[in-house]
């Protein structure tokens, strides 16, 4: 069966950039799979995906011209059905067979060709017959319409397409944006398909201002990119013009010297990507009297507003210069650099305006403002919010710092959110906290309660920095207690992948800076801090908000590598301080390694369902009671193994308190085999159990050992 490389391409008006290149995948990607399930492609045929800003395409190796036919056996009814008494067809078996394509001029031929076999409690007739292979066109046809039914299309329009027929008239296409020519190359020729009112040729169109031929005539199939590189100026593979896009920053930062790098930033470089079709890259400037103004402010608006790329210098300072990322190529670049440089200047005036004006103001100035902003309809205003807050950060602050981190901590957050009544912030939301430290410093408050400011709404994503002082890390934890409770409180519970309000960043959180800043109160404790500063707003929700951290938690260590059962033995006892559990796991992971720990990790097991059958027990052994060997012999060696597995813990050595009592092994086993645990002397019966629960207590101080067994 011979084959030949396929490419197909819609050539569309400019596609929405933030989307594009989910968009170029998908188009590719469910293309190649619809024609591998018809078989006209191998499993293992290579797809390479292209979209720039006004084309989708994709490129499928060793594509046939024709399917190769497929045997299939279809099952038709049961015997009894199919045969009469004498074994001949019955009408019903030949009018299938007949809707089949099978001749039935012969009908006891017909019968003789088929097959019998067993299904389930009676026996069937079965029909083997071949399978014509899908042609090229009819399977692409086919598979671009799939492809085209599948778009992850943002939004769609409806435009109207001259109809090509007799008739003049127009016909209504729904799609993202409309569409003017479509590409079927298989090799070199040409399969005509249609979509979206077009039929497929072998021409497009480059450049929109720098294509050297138009249209541009593909030859061949292997010669897309080429072709439309050289003939059509376009660079189609989005990786290709993502990376040249990369290259060209790099090279003009260079030549500005001084160690000037273009702002890192992802999403902009992959928006820009889709925006041009050839880039190049210029360097302008501007006053560097803007340079008084926040950084953050600068670079918000040149990225947001204009896309551009700010350029830092060496020391992370923003610089009065930018790169632009053109789509045309001029001879001379002056205009184009001066237009942008025009275009740039009152972006940057409104930033300098904004911050001047929110200066004139204290943001102390601006705290009765907040009682005037909902922040919730059952929750209240902003106003009552920051007091909540500030009645939270001074408790914790008292508990892990005493009167001097309490008062900074009750401060910070009286003025966190008064930044969201300045112009700045208003114009560019995502600087909250970043404007309120600024405006703190000119107020001349403390370093501390300015970071504090800026700080307290990290961890904002995961793998963010966390708050750099305690002051800081007080505010943003009473910040994400208080709406964790409050929103718990009136039943507004994260379900499936709808969480309005972040409850899961915030919980995420709010375990980050527990663990990282070890901080000395438990979850429990701070949760109980919380939830008295709404009165009557809220009601119940505390014990699900433990189980969602705790969820919350469990799931993040797991994704950082720890075992199921490593995570399920630690958390099974609902650790109170978190800032331990990674010392835990660690005690856990050593345990489990050692040889001791299947067999005690079973004791710890059948120990737990004895004392959970005996309901009450009190951990205390009575050794006049102590009959049997072997339990003489463990209370011998949990005397002396206990306290010293006690002191270990309580020295915070926790793998050594584990590791301590691998040696109860044996006297644990010869326990189990000699003692009879539930006897019938009630006296026997209690004393026992209380030296099991005296064991149980012991083993299980680090973690659940029971979840380590089999």
């Known amino acids: 069966m011979t084959t030949q490389n396929l490419l197909v391409e819609l050539f569309v008006e400019e596609l929405p950039p933030k989307a594009l290149n989910k968009l170029g995948a998908a188009f590719s990607g469910v293309l190649a799979e619809q024609l591998k399930a018809q078989g006209l492609a191998s499993a293992d045929a290579v797809v390479t995906a292209f979209a720039s800003p006004r084309r989708l395409a994709a490129h499928v190796t060793a594509v046939a011209a024709q399917a190769a036919d497929k045997a299939v056996q279809q099952k038709l009814m ?110 070199s020729v040409v399969v005509p398909v249609k979509a979206l009112g077009l039929t497929a040729g072998n021409s497009t169109q480059g450049h929109r201002f720098e294509a050297k031929v138009s249209p541009v005539v593909l030859p061949h199939a292997d010669q897309y990119d080429e072709v439309l590189k050289r003939d059509g100026s376009v660079i189609a593979s989005f990786a290709e013009r993502r990376a040249e896009i990369v290259r060209q920053l790099q090279a003009a930062a260079a030549k500005v010297g001084g160690g000037c790098q273009p702002i890192e930033d992802d999403a902009l470089l992959d928006e820009v990507t889709a925006l041009v079709e050839r880039p190049n890259v210029l ?64 972006r940057l005036a409104d930033a300098k305006f904004f911050f001047d004006q929110d200066r ?167 949760l109980a801090l919380s939830a008295p500063v709404f009165g009557d707003k809220i009601s119940g929700g505390a014990d699900a908000l433990i189980d969602f951290i705790y969820d919350r938690l469990s799931g993040s260590l797991r994704e950082q590598g720890y075992s199921a059962q490593e995570v399920d033995a630690v958390m099974a006892l609902r650790p109170a301080r978190l800032g331990q559990v990674s010392q835990f796991l660690s005690a856990v992971r050593a ?70 009592l691998a040696a109860l092994r044996a006297p644990v086993d010869a326990f189990f085999d000699d003692v009879m645990v539930n006897a019938e002397e009630m006296d026997l019966r209690l004393n026992r159990q209380g030296l099991l629960k005296s064991l149980h207590v012991a083993m299980n101080r680090v973690a659940d050992l029971s979840r380590l067994a089999a």
Request: glycine content about 8%; charged content about 20%; overall charge negative.
């Open 78 to 187: 049961p015997v009894a059905v199919g045969l009469d008494a004498a074994g001949n067809a019955t009408p019903a078996l030949l009018k299938k067979l007949q809707a089949l394509g099978a001749d039935v001029s012969d009908p006891a031929a017909a019968v003789a060709a088929l097959k019998r076999a067993p299904d389930g409690k009676a026996e069937a007739l079965f029909y083997d017959s071949l399978l014509k292979g899908a042609s090229l066109q009819a399977g692409l046809q086919k598979a671009l319409e799939e492809a085209l039914a599948k778009l992850p299309i943002p939004k769609v329009m409806q435009y109207q397409l001259e109809t090509d027929c007799e008739l003049p008239g127009w016909s209504s296409v729904n799609f993202v944006r409309p569409a003017h020519s479509l590409i079927a190359l298989h090799g």
């Open 360 to 526: 004139k103001k204290t943001l102390e100035s601006r705290v009765e403002g907040l009682s005037k902003v909902v922040y919730h309809n059952k929750l209240g205003t902003q106003g009552e919010r920051m007091a909540r807050v500030c009645a939270i950060a001074k408790a914790i602050g008292q508990q892990v710092g005493g009167d001097a981190l309490a008062a900074q901590a009750e401060q910070a957050a009286r003025l966190a959110k008064t930044d969201l009544l300045t112009d700045m912030v208003g114009e560019f939301p995502e600087l909250q906290g970043i404007m309120g430290g600024y405006y703190a410093r000119h107020d001349g408050l403390s370093t501390e309660v300015a970071e504090a400011i800026e700080d307290h709404y990290k961890p904002r994503f995961a793998g963010d920095e966390l708050p750099r002082n305690n002051v800081g890390l007080v505010v943003a934890l009473a910040d994400k207690l208080e709406t964790l409770v409050g929103m718990f409180g009136i039943g507004n519970v994260p379900t499936g992948d709808k969480d309005p309000f972040a409850l899961r960043r915030h919980a995420l959180g709010v375990i980050r800076m527990l663990i990282e800043k070890d901080v000395a109160l438990g979850l429990p404790e701070l």
């Open 591 to 660: 345990f489990a390694a050692l040889p001791e720990s299947p067999a005690l990790a079973a004791a710890n097991k059948r120990i737990g369902n004895i004392l959970k059958k005996a309901g009450e027990v009190d951990a205390h052994v009575n050794t006049a009671l102590l009959q049997e060997d072997a339990e003489k012999n463990l209370y011998a060696v949990m005397q002396k193994l206990l306290p010293e597995s006690q002191a270990q813990f309580q020295a915070g050595d926790y793998t050594a308190s584990l590791q301590t």
């Open 283 to 346: 360097t302008c400037q501007f006053e560097t009297e803007f340079l008084g103004v926040p950084q953050e402010c600068l670079i918000l608006t040149m990225k947001a507003n204009q896309k551009y790329f700010p350029l830092i210098d060496a020391s992370g300072k923003l610089t009065n210069r930018f790169l632009v990322v053109s789509n045309i190529s001029p001879d001379d670049a002056s205009f184009v650099i001066g237009g942008n440089e025009r275009v740039v200047r009152p």
